[in-house]
């Protein structure tokens, strides 16, 4: 996504996330932002919004409640991020989606690796592919890994035959490291 945002709303008597809208920012992602750094940026915005609401009501200048029914295709709200989703399926996913997914819920994305599960710590988008794997005259089949020695990182290949660069990993059990203690492992 591209853009979030913070929404100040009345309480709905039956159902949550429902009430009426009294204050709404938008708040662009950059696009190599992850949750965690989106977090705190939210955190102020909103609070500013939630004063500004007071503020609104203290002085009786009441905002006017908008119905989120006639906000349709403006409010939207995120999709839920479940434990299954962490686990990557290489083969159905593209790197932009996988990277989007790393972006949403950094540290937790899963994959396994020989039967090991493996934690993907910090993942970027490949956007220039090392010459080890511009090198490779067959395309790689989704999931497969190609190793840069010099720059000790890995990258996997995804769904579109892009792909992702995964410079820390770590295997259950095992200390956090680059791609070079990881190979080394395994």
Not at 126 to 137: G, M, R, S, T, Y
Not at 144 to 171: E, F, G, H, M
């Amino acid at each position: 996504d591209t853009e979030t945002g913070i929404s100040i709303i009345t309480l709905h008597p039956s159902r949550f996330d429902a009430g009426d809208v009294l204050l709404q920012t938008k708040v662009p992602i950059e696009p190599t932002e992850t949750l965690v750094e989106l977090q705190p940026r939210l955190a102020e915005i909103g609070a500013e919004a939630v004063i500004t609401v007071l503020k609104q009501f203290a002085s009786n200048e009441k905002p006017s409640p908008i119905p989120q029914s006639s906000l349709e295709g403006e409010v939207v709200p995120a999709p839920r991020i479940g434990p299954k989703r962490y686990r990557l399926n290489w083969a159905h996913l593209t790197a932009d989606e996988v990277y989007g997914l790393h972006r949403a819920q950094p540290h937790r994305l899963l994959t396994y690796l020989r039967n090991k599960l493996v934690h993907i710590e910090v993942m970027e988008r490949a956007k220039k592919l090392h010459p080890n794997v511009l090198a490779l005259e067959t395309p790689l089949l989704p999931g497969s890994i190609v190793y840069a020695k010099k720059q000790k990182t890995i990258y996997v290949c995804c769904a579109d035959q892009q792909y992702v660069r995964i410079p820390r990993l770590y295997a259950r059990g095992k200390r956090k490291g680059d791609g070079a203690n990881f190979v080394s492992f395994f």
